[in-house]
């Protein structure tokens, strides 16, 4: 159990366990000068998992967003549940981050057209002069 506003997982610290959201939500934040946020998860979504099937450090925060239940899953664990579970359980994980993967996709596009419009508007902004204020007077 997390309250509101409690950090459950912190970026830079050894990532053993993963978690999966069973009530609340959940934010998850990377510190790039000032934290910003990345995703806001819901129930079902698992958080954690990038340090734990990479083994490396964790590589965001993540905050209760509203007060949060979540399953914590460590390795031992998964592999003491039986080849049958662990196999399911790693499906299940390779949806859930095909998932991810979608939305950053998708984020990525936003992005993109979001970056062509300001060149856009710079490049209309470089040919404009105060001439072209006055004559349009």
């Not at 998992?49 to 993540?62: A, G, Q, T, Y």
Request: charged share 25%; glycine share 6%.
């Amino acid at each position: 159990f997390n309250n509101k506003g409690e950090y459950i997982l912190h970026e830079g610290d050894k990532g053993t366990s993963l978690f999966i959201l069973l009530k609340g939500e959940v934010v998850i934040t990377k510190n790039i000068n000032k934290s910003i946020t990345i995703a806001t998860l819901g129930p079902g979504e698992i958080y954690g998992e990038i340090s734990v099937f990479l083994h490396r450090k964790r590589n965001s925060n993540s905050v209760a967003k509203k007060d949060t239940v979540s399953l914590e899953i460590n390795m031992p664990l998964l592999q003491k549940m039986g080849d049958v579970m662990e196999k399911k359980f790693y499906r299940l994980a390779v949806e859930a981050l095909a998932i991810k993967l979608d939305r950053t996709n998708d984020a990525l596009v936003e992005v993109n057209d979001a970056l062509v419009e300001v060149n856009n508007a710079l490049l209309k902004a470089k040919d404009f002069s105060i001439a072209d204020l006055h004559s349009n007077l």
